[in-house]
């Protein structure tokens, strides 16, 4: 017989979206439990995402958990396009209005979270197994799970699947209810984390004839470098000269030139744009990666996780202070308008960056005069700024 516990809202995943989630209920005075498969070392150490939004910074510093990031994130008022060897900057301070990124590792984030979680008496329970979603379509859905060899049964008012792409609770949801909208880009990204000082203060973008490429960074000692790779490409056949190599040459620009350091890491991702529609059913609200995933190229993951669970929470709130369902019946509708707004740019800065296996010589050249024309026209300028930075929360 499972041990029964009760709870107000259950989420499933400790990613951004979990605990953020998590992190905004307590500060609202509601409970919620999170269960997460992997143990909180490894979602620590998981290299991802590194750019943070204007909107998720000044989140995270206004919850509470911004205080190491203030400290130590790299903030940028710009990004580089470079094309025919040539850098050209994009000044997201003159074209916003002030607004900037801030450069901090996902896992960072996580780390501030799940401290300030344990500081304030959360429960997040790591390394649980066999995780399973019931009863959602009616008033009091629940989460079965196994920790240390026991089994539970979590009761609670709503369920928040915030267990990513591969998560369980997308998969929960009867067939037929779902609309799923997919692109899968014919090209992968490359990535390494080197122990090199990053070659440029801000991020680099490059347009090459050998293919995308993307200078990064973690820390004004760690370097992020990604390049333009075949989906299917086996990392083994990588070593490390041929990655500096190949980012040596698609990196070019006169009178500059790329330091070089021990790979820490290195690893490939695909490449593909995700929704489904909608992102609830019944007390089942699906949020970032387990509803949607956009192509790395926009910097947009992270940042549209937690912009979910903005929503999430603030309707939440509201049925917990009022009884009222009218913002939890128009989440997916809320949240949707940003996803598709976030999924046009992530695929516009990926179809204009990119080399495509089977693009013409037309396709070639239109994406030559599109990065001419972002970077010679303000009001282009301004579209991919004003994105970049993040588009204002509803
Ligand atoms: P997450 O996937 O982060 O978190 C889901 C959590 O649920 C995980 O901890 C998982 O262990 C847990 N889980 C899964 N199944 C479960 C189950 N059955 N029971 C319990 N727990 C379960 N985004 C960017 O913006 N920039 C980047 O550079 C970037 N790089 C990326 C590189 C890689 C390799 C990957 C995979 C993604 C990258 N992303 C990047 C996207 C990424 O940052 C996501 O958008 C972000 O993690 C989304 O957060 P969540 O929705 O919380 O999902
Ligand atoms: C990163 O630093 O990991 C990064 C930065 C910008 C992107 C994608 C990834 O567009």
New binding site residues.
Partial sequence: MPTSLRTQVGIVGAGPAGLVLSHLLHLQGIDSVVVECRSRAYVEERVR???LEQGTVNLLAEIGVGERMKAEGLVHYGIELRFGGRGHRIDFQELTGGKGIT?YAQHEVLKDLNNARVATGGQVFFEVEDVSVHDFDGARPKIRYRKDGSDYELHCDFIAGCDGFHGICRPSIPVGVLTEYDRVYPFGWLGILADAPPSSEE?VYTYHDRGFA?L?MRTPQIS?L?LQCNPDEDIDAWDDERIWQELHVRLSSEGWGLTEGPILQKGITGMRSFVVEPMQYGRLFLAGDSAHIVP????KGLNLAVADVQVLARALARFYATGSQCLLNKYSHTCLRRVWKVQRFSWWMTSMLHRFPDEKPFDHRRQLAELDYVTSSRAAATTLAENYVGLPME
């Fill in positions: 995402a590194g750019v450069i991020l993307l990064s992020r990604y790395p190229t926009g910097a």
